[in-house]
């Protein structure tokens, strides 16, 4: 049955939700990320991470191709998922005390992502709104 409803919301919005989930679960790990690095600003020889976007989009392109096995003895074709390929940052001034934390960089970073994450709430949102619409019959 689930299989069934994803099939359904994939044919009225033509995987539009799904992609943008995919973009709310990168902003959701960068966030986190971010917060960390945030927590550790101050904790001796911490290196900063980030989160690889190409990466991290790779990875979840991969888990959407999966082969149809039409029979049991087939080798099943599915892509597996990985870890999220969250790095130590490169290229980076340390502090006196080796911790590479830049907290203005920090905060940029969690404001940039803060407007991500709000256009894709929209965006999503604006999805369903359209979906109530249609099953009002345009009221």
């Known amino acids: 049955m689930i299989q069934k409803d994803y099939e359904v919301m994939k044919l009225l919005f033509s995987n539009t939700i799904s992609i943008l989930e995919k973009g709310l679960d990168y902003s959701s790990v960068k966030q986190k990320v971010i917060s960390s690095n945030i927590a550790n600003v101050d904790t001796p020889n911490y290196k900063a ?45 340390y502090n006196h005390n080796g911790n590479s934390v830049d907290l203005d ?35």
């Open 105 to 139: 960089k920090e905060m940029a970073d969690l404001a940039t992502n803060q407007i991500y994450y709000n256009a894709l709430t929209e965006r999503i949102n604006g999805k369903f709104q359209t979906l109530q619409t249609v099953i009002k019959g345009g009221k």
């Open 49 to 93: 991470k980030d989160v690889n976007f190409s990466a991290f989009f790779a990875q979840e392109k991969a888990k959407v191709i999966e082969a149809k096995r039409t029979n049991i003895r087939h080798i099943p074709f599915q892509s597996s998922s990985g870890n999220l390929s969250i790095v130590n940052r490169k290229n980076v001034q």
